[in-house]
């Protein structure tokens, strides 16, 4: 049982939590529990010095430009001025308030407004859909296309359409990349003669990307209902994010055992069985590396295509803050921030575990 629990843990990327199982059921407590401590409390120790050093930065930048304010005040207007703009400084007036680096709780606050204004966007969407409930029944038995809420997106929205965009964008660059990686690695030539192409294209901009697909979708999809935008965001993705699937997987079908490939001959498999049945299970680590890496950049690079693209995202939701300037608007940047992060962190534990499930490879 204990094992079992242990090789769950592992699987789920949890592997931090084996020696407190093992401290649990009596193995070497004390080795166990050094572990433990080595594992899990010197990193929660080193988030509480993270926060206490950001805290101290954020707290040096906002008195720096307090004072910056209320020198400029006291040069340009006089001290009645500076006395004036260093008392409506500590009032917490909005107005006048330093706006730099947000500290912790600025952020944590941040954090709440997007999760209250997401519940207030929510409450909104229901009532709209309940009294338009009718009129899309009748609409929908004519065949024509519902009403649909057009409000602005909250936070959480925004998230999910980052989400559909990358889950496109990484499927587009499989589907390209895996083919086109196992055509070229099983033959030395075409190799050879591709390999110049997909060096010059690897290190592309994925700006330059955007444009080349903008040109492209706005010509061949007319369609005033289809989202180009978010079209226009998957693609570029994909094409940004792909490289690594298909040098990884022309690499792992070109450096399949001569063994295998020995007997495939010997049982005269086809070409479909050869590839199925012996290259790609042979290949599956180095292209799971692949995969694992396509999915970090893709989600890199989907920020700043969606920022470029107005797709309705977190790249969008950065540059409208960023545009804003409101006062809890850098808050509300560094929320995203961590946001983008943690996210990124996930679905590279997610690729992880599928690697494991699909390969038993403990990378």
Same mark, same amino acid.
């Given at each position: ?12 990327? $949890? ?5 407190l ?41 906002y ?22 703009m ?13 706006n ?7 952020v ?43 409000g ?16 496109a964008?990484?499927?587009l ?36 990307? $955007?444009?080349?697909v ?11 209902d ?5 079209i ?113 962190f ?5 690729m ?6 699909m390969?038993?490879?403990?990378a």
């Amino acid at each position: 049982m204990k094992t079992k629990s242990i090789k769950t843990l592992k699987f789920l990327g $949890l592997g931090f939590l084996e020696p407190l199982i093992r401290m649990f059921s009596g193995e070497e407590p004390k080795k166990n529990a050094s572990v433990f401590i080595k594992k899990t409390l010197f990193p929660i120790a080193s988030m509480g010095l993270f926060l206490i050093i950001w805290h101290s930065g954020a707290t040096a930048l906002y008195n720096k430009e307090a004072n910056e304010r209320i020198e400029k005040a006291r040069v340009e207007q006089g001290e009645e001025a500076a006395i004036a703009m260093e008392e409506c400084i500590k009032s917490g007036d909005i107005s006048c308030q330093p706006n730099t680096l947000p500290s912790p709780a600025q952020v944590y606050a941040a954090y709440k407004t997007l999760w209250n204004d997401h519940i207030e966007i929510s409450d909104k969407k229901d009532k709209f859909a309940q009294k338009t409930a009718k009129t899309n029944a009748k609409r929908a038995e004519k065949g024509l296309s519902p009403i649909e809420y057009t409000g602005r997106p909250s936070f959480l929205d925004q998230i999910g359409t980052s989400l559909k965009t990358i889950a496109a964008g990484v499927l587009l660059a499989i589907f390209i990349a895996i083919p086109i990686g196992i055509i070229i690695g099983l033959s030395d030539v075409l190799r050879n003669s591709m390999n110049w192409l997909i060096q010059i294209l690897k290190p592309v901009s994925p700006v330059v990307w $955007l444009l080349l697909v903008f040109m492209i979708v706005k010509t061949l999809i007319t369609d005033p209902d289809l989202d180009k935008s978010f079209i226009i965001s998957a693609i570029s993705v994909g094409l940004c994010a792909m490289w690594a699937t298909l040098i990884n997987t022309s690499v792992g079908v070109s450096t399949v055992d001569k063994d295998f490939i020995n007997v495939s001959k010997v049982l005269k498999l086809s070409i479909g069985q050869n590839i199925f049945k012996i290259v790609l299970p042979a290949s599956f680590p180095l292209i799971f590396t692949g995969l694992r890496i396509t999915v970090s950049v893709a989600w890199m690079v989907l920020i700043a295509i969606e920022l470029l693209a107005q797709s309705p995202g977190l790249g969008s939701f950065v540059w409208e803050e960023f545009q804003n300037g409101a006062n809890d608007s850098n808050a509300k940047i560094i929320v995203a921030m961590f946001v983008i992060g943690i996210i990124g962190f996930l679905l590279d534990r997610i690729m992880l575990s599928v690697q494991n499930f699909m390969t038993f490879n403990k990378a």
